[in-house]
């Protein structure tokens, strides 16, 4: 083999590897974008599910809220003490 043919067939045995390298480079780059796009999925979800829980504790907490309470607790207050019982209501 000429000193010529041994440098194209270097050439060639090293551009295969480049060709190797540069796809096993790819293909680890789509690995980590599929795992972040999952982690960022999980996140989205736990995000998801936890403004869920805020917006049913938050309109639960509007049924409950003070001026509910003593809106009424009038009434009752109102009838007890007609009945002349329990006077420390009025």
Request: hydrophobic share 25%.
């Amino acid at each position: 083999m000429s000193h010529v043919e041994q440098e194209a067939d270097n050439s060639k045995s090293n551009s295969e590897e480049s060709d190797v390298v540069l796809k096993n480079r790819q293909m680890v780059r789509v690995q980590q974008m599929a795992t972040v796009e999952g982690i960022q999925q999980k996140h989205k979800d736990k995000d998801s599910a936890v403004s869920s829980k805020l917006q049913r504790y938050e309109s639960s907490r509007k049924h409950f809220s003070t001026n509910d309470w003593t809106t009424s607790c009038k009434p009752f207050n109102a009838i007890n003490a007609q009945d002349g019982k329990n006077q420390w209501l009025k």
